[in-house]
């Protein structure tokens, strides 16, 4: 045989050190991923990242904008922070660099913010008072009801509100305002009794017969069983 | 021996024949991969782990998916002929897309064997349920698969782990689906809700099987068989490894292969006695269409002409809905297993007047899910169908508090619905040698050329209707516009639902088909396709589960011949 075999070897070896472990312990995996670099990337994946990364697109001013409007779309409440806690501005930055579609339009739609205002109050957008940010978003906040000559405003505003919303709610604020319980370890025993009672659902006799039982999930499965108790 | 590993049956054959003693060379065309490598681990990371929250800029079913590649590779492209399509997808990883597929591992019916028998199109295979089924039970409990027994004719029950209960969305779907006498059973998944060996753990319900799962508790062709298989000793794994062609000697057998390291762009050979193909469907042809020789001018195993030849995928289609008393709903842990818990089995082979000839199931989606890049786009048309009619509330939501309270109140209450249906295999759907593209690496690239025919439209048709059906009955409501005849009913493009087979079927006759019942080609007998490749109809079953079972018949058949010495 031709050819380099070097590889098998050393896959041979970091399956016996990790198996014990991390089978017994789903909880292991919790520990390898907060020690672990990155998130799982290849090297061309990190590359490209550390390339984007290293590279700046808004200015400080369209930033501020951004920042201004990111906590209008999405405001702090009671109990969970704004886009701007979230660090959204943030991620807006990232993705148009990884996406460079929105960049055209995420600049021009700043751009024409800018002129609206000042066209308007003769002040860009940040210097406007909140009322008159108000009077402006109002304008281009609702697609059905918009005026022809305000068209493009609302085509802004429209993917603004998309990046923001799905910025904010993909952030660990965001999950926690939106009441996210899901991504850990668990054992999955059906829909809360409680919840199957408000929405007036049930398990039928034949699920509850058949699905698995939390107690019998750590049994290695006996099919010589299984044979002697199911026709096949 | 060698073989050329990528999907589900070259880990299946690597995995039985190394553990017969067999000396096994694997060539992976991309890098190694085990889910509990921790450099490679996406599973449990949260949507902020990523910059872009999980979107699909670099791998297209997004950051956290499991497959390295994609629809495009750069440096290695295909073609397709004009007016016709086709997406070709492709995962360059050892386990390739068995790392990320959707786990849903059904058998294939006696009928799916022979459905020309049926309705006189495509072509019966050269073997039936009853020489297969040994091979599936075989799988079950070697791999493992959740599921229940149900007795319905053309979808055969095996050996079932237990599944898990169903979620709150699969309760009111199911609810709906029986008042219009649509079938919804336990879905068929190889994820392990109890283990099946020591070596496996049991899932812990994270939803996120695409992933592929660090603890094995899915069925990645990685972890599940090659690793096992490396631990015998008898493997060589190559990565990297590009394979041009399969070499021959005078007599036009199989002598190995040679292939371009993609480290250093040099040619190397691997020889062997037996050459088992597993690249994939679309993959194996094109190695074997470009294994051209005296003996073999129309490249290798290809005296037929049919290599490329009859290439089909699933046809999709699909519709999404809001169930209104899910609006609001109370906040609990709903991940389950990665995928639905509950679908819909084709429930109509004894109708012959639909107008169509070929059956589809239903897959079904929602829930409480994870949100990463694009949830909580267009919120305004969410709401709108959400609350009808009603203009005032539209326009009180257009951004602030009102906007925040909406995605919360609107998060877990949408479902979608997919069909997954058979196409018809027709010769004139292939792929072939591009005379006038190479790659990067100087081996000449597919072209595509395959168009859907009416029978699949209308399948497609009966599809749309059908969701509509079941969204009524559950008090849905359903969103976006229904797709028309315009827009083919939805229709993926051929590809898309990466099903795709038949590009080196399986068949008696020398003249019709590439490979012989086993899987051996007709003109060289020691050569092998254990991939989609040999299928003569995909039924409306997803591939995986049959492409395993044959893969091991086919090993079973290379043991027994190797004793004999017969190659």
Known sequence: MIGSVGASFVLNGCIADKEEKVLENPEVLEDAIENGEGYGRTPAEAARDARLRSKTFFSEHEMETIAVLADMIIPTDNNFGSATDAEVPKFIEFIVKDMPEHQTPMRGGLMWLDHESNSRFQKIFVDSSRQQKIEIVDDIAYPDHVEPTKKQGAIFFNRMRNLVTTGYFTSKIGLECLGYKGNRPNVWDGVPEEVLREHGLAYDEKMLRECIKPEERNEVMNWEEYERTHML | ?567
């Not at chain 2, 490679?40 to 499991?66: C, K, N, V």
């Open chain 2, 1 to 567: 021996m060698h073989c050329r590993f990528w999907r589900a049956g070259g880990g299946m054959a690597a995995n039985v024949l190394a553990e017969a003693g067999y000396k096994i060379a694997i060539l992976e065309a991309g890098p190694d991969f085990d889910p509990a490598n921790p450099d490679q681990i996406t599973q449990l990371r949260f949507p902020y782990e990523s910059p872009r929250r999980g979107a699909g800029t670099t791998r297209p079913f997004g950051d956290f998916d499991m497959a390295y590649g994609g629809w495009e590779i750069e440096g290695e492209p295909y073609t397709r002929n004009e007016g016709t399509k086709f997406d070709w997808f492709r995962s360059r990883m050892v386990g390739g897309r068995t790392n990320h597929w959707g786990r849903i591992s059904l058998r294939f019916g006696p009928l799916d064997f022979k459905r020309k028998d049926f309705d006189g199109k495509g072509d019966n295979w050269p073997i039936g349920y009853e020489d297969v089924r040994p091979y599936y039970d075989k799988v079950d409990k070697m791999i493992g698969v959740f599921g229940t027994m149900e007795n319905i004719p053309n979808e055969p029950d095996g050996f079932f782990l237990p599944p898990p209960k169903p979620r709150l969305h699969e309760l009111y779907i199911k609810k709906g689906a029986g008042k219009v006498g649509i079938p919804m059973i336990p879905s068929r998944l190889s994820i392990l809700t109890k283990t099946v060996n020591k070596k496996r753990g049991a899932c812990f319900y994270c939803r996120q099987c695409s992933r592929s799962c660090a603890v094995y508790a899915d069925f990645s062709s990685s972890s599940v068989l090659i690793n096992p298989a490396m631990e015998s000793g008898n493997v060589d794994l190559y990565v990297n490894a590009m394979v041009q062609e399969v070499t021959t000697d005078n007599e036009g057998k199989a002598t190995g292969v040679s292939y371009i390291n993609k480290e250093d762009y040099q040619e190397y050979q691997v020889k062997s006695k037996v050459v088992i193909m597993a690249a994939s469907a679309c993959s194996s042809a094109r190695i074997l269409l470009n294994s051209k020789s005296r003996q073999h001018p129309n490249g290798l195993a290809n005296s037929s002409e049919h290599i490329g030849k009859y290439l089909h995928d699933s046809t999709g289609s699909s519709r999404g809905a809001v169930i209104p008393s899910l609006i609001g709903r109370k906040r609990y842990n709903e991940d389950g297993v990665g995928g639905m818990h509950l679908y819909t089995p084709w429930w109509l082979n004894d109708q012959k007047d639909l107008g169509f000839t070929r059956g589809y199931h239903i897959e079904y989606s929602g829930g409480m899910n994870m949100p990463a890049y694009g949830f909580g786009f267009n919120m305004k048309d969410q709401m709108n169908y959400a609350r009808g009619e009603d203009i005032e509330t539209k326009i009180a939501r257009g951004y602030g508090l009102d906007l925040k309270e909406d995605v919360k109140l609107l998060y877990g209450s949408t479902v979608g619905m997919s069909g997954r249906g058979e196409s018809i295999a027709r010769k004139e759907n292939y792929c072939e040698i591009d005379p006038n593209a190479v790659d990067k690496y100087g081996i000449p690239v597919l072209r595509f050329n395959y168009q859907w025919s009416d029978e699949e439209r209308k399948q497609a048709q009966h599809m749309n209707d059908t969701f509509e059906e079941i969204i009524d009955a559950m008090g849905g409501i359903p969103l976006g516009e229904k797709p028309g005849a315009e827009d083919d009913y939805g229709l993926l493009n051929p590809g898309s639902i990466i099903h795709e087979v038949g590009t080196t079927r399986m068949g008696n006759d020398a003249k019709t088909s590439v490979v012989n019942k086993f899987n051996q080609a007709h003109d060289v007998p020691n050569l092998f396709v254990v991939d989609g490749g040999p299928f003569v109809s995909q039924a409306d079953k997803n591939p995986t589960w049959t492409i395993l079972a044959l893969a091991w018949r086919a090993s079973d058949y290379i043991k027994e011949t190797m004793k004999t010495g017969r190659f």
